[in-house]
């Protein structure tokens, strides 16, 4: 694997490079063949050259901000959604594209000709790209270090992707410094799970100065680091956090932004949203809306609104997160949970001032009081509005751990921008289909809070069985499965 590190960038440029021609291709053979004609406008060879060359410029935004090149970063099948997601937008923009040049409505049939050509060669090439990199680059040996919190939920993420990542050994820091630093030199990587400061900073740079590839789980304060400003006043380096939540114009722009896309999303899914109505209401002549107080900006309250997916007695034992193969949700509210469109009336939230486009999921006073015996800085993702969609509810999932979500909040109220906002719009239709991102907690619980099902001790390997358990073990078995 050290072999071909040099030259990971290019294959992954030609890779990208190859099916970003194709597909350019395929659109100039039907832009030429058809389209001229039928648009009855007269275009010069640069007319055509620019009508072709923004499609390759949309195709490769779109590809790129869902991830289709990252063959071999994400899983195979993120990748080809990503593909295919990336083909949809792309001819979705082609064929609007046509029309204002045509200023008429075109045929969409050549448009669904050249998706499905695309699709079919797409997929075969992302197959055989993704056996070239396996090839190339092998799973990472991997070394896990860790203190006295339980690395269970760590290592059951990783061993999800054991064809870019192979957990063989774990070691307690209260082994020592110079095994701890004996035992890195035997491993291409080295994963830091949650340690005290002082020891990781000796391990990240016992890393650094031997070139060993460090993975680490970061802390609330490394997030708060992580988007500090470089200060050069003085003849040392200074970081400035600010630590304010959102800028005054960032506020005011936030809010523009959120009052004109709800308004437009309100009409375009008025039709949507009326059937919806219909079918809760039909289903058991219970109340078509579900409303809830919620926490959002500065620990203010607002009532949420959403179509209800839950029997009307589902909490009357009181309010706890929904579950895998929850019994309370509807046959109704099973299809528009699974499609997200329970969400739809949240907004109204927005346009009211409630709630943002963009932000922290809003959270039960009664939930966020039992994070908070664990996590007193679950406050902290209260510095913004709770928003619609977000950060965390793009890149984790609805059974994600607490603390996780806090770090993912965190990070995107510290590293705020316009930008960022539409970017996660975009990526939001992403996981409108992924399962996954609806998955309920486990039966057993009430929140989203892994308990601590034992304590990690020195000397001892824990190994990832099958189930899914973390099981203590005294043999030195090494891989973590």
């Not at 072999?3 to 099916?19: D, E, P």
Request: aromatic share 12%.
């Amino acid at each position: 694997m050290q072999r071909f590190n040099q030259y990971k960038r290019i294959i992954t440029f030609l890779q990208s490079a190859v099916i970003i021609g194709i597909e350019t291709f395929i659109f100039s053979v039907v832009w030429y063949g058809y389209y001229i004609e039928a648009t009855g406008v007269p275009f010069w060879r640069r007319g055509n050259w620019a009508v072709i060359g923004f499609y390759a410029l949309i195709l490769f935004l779109f590809t790129q901000l869902y991830g289709g090149f990252k063959i071999g970063y994400l899983r195979l099948m993120d990748v080809l959604y990503s593909q295919i997601l990336s083909l949809i937008c792309t001819n979705i923009a082609a064929f609007l594209l046509v029309c204002i040049i045509a200023r008429d409505y075109m045929s969409v049939i050549p448009i669904l000709q050249i998706t499905l050509v695309d699709a079919t060669i797409v997929i075969p090439w992302i197959l055989f790209c993704k056996w070239i990199y396996g090839k190339l680059y092998p799973p990472h040996r991997m070394l896990l270090i860790y203190s006295d919190r339980d690395p269970d939920n760590l290592v059951k993420k990783i061993s999800t992707r054991q064809d870019k990542y192979l957990i063989e050994d774990m070691i307690h820091i209260d082994e020592g410094e110079e095994k701890l630093k004996a035992k890195v030199l035997q491993f291409e990587s080295v994963i830091i799970c949650d340690i005290p400061t002082g020891m990781r900073n000796i391990i990240l740079k016992f890393c650094f100065q031997n070139a060993v590839r460090t993975y680490t789980t970061p802390k609330l304060s490394d997030i708060i680091m992580m988007s500090s400003t470089n200060i050069h006043l003085f003849d040392t380096p200074l970081l400035l956090s600010k630590n304010q939540g959102l800028l005054f114009e960032q506020k005011i722009a936030k809010r523009a932004f959120d009052m004109i896309i709800s308004l437009f999303g309100c009409i375009i899914a008025a039709p949507i949203m009326l059937v919806i109505a219909l079918l809760v209401k039909l289903y058991d002549r219970g109340p078509v809306f579900y409303k809830q107080e919620r926490l959002t900006f500065e620990g203010g309250t607002f009532t949420v609104l959403k179509f209800r997916s839950m029997r009307v007695d589902s909490e009357e034992k009181g309010a706890r997160l929904a579950t895998k193969h929850d019994t309370r949700v509807t046959p109704v509210g099973k299809v528009i949970r699974n499609l997200h469109l329970d969400e739809l009336p949240q907004l109204f939230n927005v346009i009211k001032g409630d709630m943002s486009l963009v932000g922290p999921r809003p959270e039960r006073r009664e939930i966020a009081d039992q994070y908070k015996m664990s996590m007193p800085e679950f406050d902290y993702r209260l510095k913004v509005k709770a928003g619609l969609t977000g950060y965390a509810q793009v890149y984790g999932k609805y059974n994600t751990t607490p603390y996780d979500k806090l770090k993912m909040d965190l990070y995107y109220i510290q590293n705020y921008s316009f930008w960022f906002d539409i970017k996660i719009l975009l990526l939001t239709f992403k996981i409108l289909f992924q399962k996954e991102n609806t998955e309920g907690v486990e039966s057993w619980q009430v929140t989203a809070e892994k308990p601590k099902r034992l304590k990690a001790k020195p000397g001892k390997i824990y190994v990832l069985k099958e189930s899914h358990e973390i099981h203590e073990s005294d043999k030195p078995e090494k891989q973590a499965r």
